[in-house]
Every structure is written in structure tokens, then in C-alpha cells.
Nanobody, 127 residues
């Protein structure tokens, strides 16, 4: 059973940058796509970005973060990253990483396509 642990969240001013990480322990994730989601209290967890399992690397982004966020992974370190630039107050939330339930594909935007989640890392953007 894979265990996912997010880190790197914090408080940042609008316009700033932050990189969050997701370290996996257990079975290698190299065959599985991964994704980032975020959630604020009272709202559903929403898709942020996803990345495929290996070369050629494919990625997808929510329209709200396109051009500002970059998802990447280091399979040798079993770690997923999300580089967030030009942060806005509306980017505030608890950021979760998820592992795709099915291997060898770019996972989509639906929560049901992921079968393992971390505990989340809080990102707060002040105006």
C-alpha cells in the first residue's frame, strides 16, 4: 500500500511562489500517473494538475492555474512536485496529492480516478 506525504505548504503573499512536494513510500509509483487537488472548507476537492507516469511526460491543468503552476515528478525519488508561481488569494486551500488508480495513463480530473491520497499541506495566499 502506497503512502503519500505532502509538504512545502505555507503562507505567501499574492504574486509569490511556493513549491509543494509529495513523497511516496511503498511500491514504486513509476507506472502510475499522479495528480494534485485542493480543497477549502465547505467546498469539494477540486482538480489542479495531473501528470502521466513516464516519458513522454504528459500533463494537464485546471484552467485557473494554467500558465502559473507546473507539475513534475522525479521517479528516482518517488516524489511529485507542484511549482506554484504568481499565486493569488483564490489559490488558498489544502493541497492533496493523489495516485491514479489505473497505471499507464494520464489521470483525469475526477476524484474517482485516484485511489490513494496524502493528508494534505496547507497553502495560504494573503492579499
Amino acid at each position: 500500500q502506497v503512502q503519500l506525504i505532502e509538504s512545502g505548504g505555507g503562507l505567501v503573499q499574492a504574486g509569490g511562489s511556493l513549491r509543494v512536494s509529495c513523497a511516496a513510500s511503498g511500491p514504486t509509483l513509476s507506472r502510475f500517473g499522479m495528480g494534485w487537488f485542493r480543497q477549502i472548507p465547505g467546498k469539494e476537492r477540486e482538480f489542479v494538475a495531473a501528470i502521466s507516469y513516464a516519458f513522454p511526460t504528459m500533463s494537464s491543468y485546471a484552467d485557473s492555474v494554467k500558465g502559473r503552476f507546473t507539475i513534475s515528478r522525479d521517479n528516482a525519488k518517488n516524489t511529485l512536485y507542484l511549482q506554484m508561481n504568481s499565486l493569488k488569494p483564490e489559490d488558498t486551500g489544502l493541497y492533496y496529492c493523489g495516485k491514479a488508480a489505473r497505471p499507464f495513463r494520464l489521470p483525469g480530473t475526477s476524484l474517482g480516478e485516484y485511489d490513494s491520497w496524502g493528508q494534505g499541506t496547507q497553502v495560504t495566499v494573503s492579499s
